[in-house]
Each structure stands twice: as C-alpha cells, then as structure tokens.
C-alpha cells in the first residue's frame, strides 16, 4: 500500500486548507485511517482518524475545527481544517492500519502546513 498526502500550504491565522491523502496498491487490506502531524521540535501527535465504518476521532486541540472523512470506493482520506491557528504549523501525515493485523502501518510523505499570525 502506499499513501499519498497532498494539499498543504501557506494560509493566514483563520483560513482553511483541505488535505488529501490517496491510497494505491492492496488498498483493499486498509482498515482504520488517521492523520498525525509533527511540528519542528516536536514528536509526531494524532489529529484525527476515522474507521473503515466512518466512526471519528479528534484531537481536542483540533475539534470543532476539523473533520476527517473517507471515500472507501475511491480510496481516499480527506482532512477539512477551519480556522486554522498558528499552532496548526506542522508537516501532516496520513496512516493507514491493515486489516492483516497490528505489525502492519502504512505512512504517506507528509505534507507541509503553515499557518501565519
């Protein structure tokens, strides 16, 4: 499987991105999907993920800000960011976990988020 993360970019304190993330090769063994992101100096935290059913979960920093969504017909995960703040600044990254158990995790590149005051 891999996972292809795009959308980032530069956008002003209170502005909106939409990131995507697109999966190829045995998609079909994807189970749970989720972003993370890392800020400079900082460990890799999760920010959203979404089962394969579309059950959600946030971060608290992020909720009522973001929202996470799939489409399991085209293989897709989507991350809508609103009011975007300073602290949002982060390379953001998409998993995925298998169906065929825990020891298997799928990362995409990460893409760059930066968000000025």
């Known amino acids: 499987v891999q996972l292809q993360a795009s959308g980032g970019g530069l956008v002003q304190a209170g502005g909106s991105l939409r990131l995507s993330c697109a999966a190829s090769g045995r998609s079909f063994v994807i189970d749970r999907m989720a972003w993370h992101r890392q800020a400079p100096g900082k460990q890799r935290e999760l920010v959203a993920s979404?089962?394969?059913?579309?059950?959600?979960s946030y971060a608290d920093s992020v909720k009522g800000r973001f929202t996470v969504s799939r489409d399991n017909a085209h293989n897709a995960m989507y991350l809508q960011m609103n009011n975007l703040k300073p602290e949002d600044t982060a390379v953001y990254y998409c998993?995925?976990?298998?169906?065929?158990?825990?020891?298997?995790?799928?990362w995409g590149q990460g893409t760059l988020v930066t968000v000025s005051s």
């Open positions: 998993l995925a976990d298998s169906l065929l158990g825990p020891e298997y995790k799928y």
């Open positions: 979404i089962s394969r059913g579309g059950i959600t």
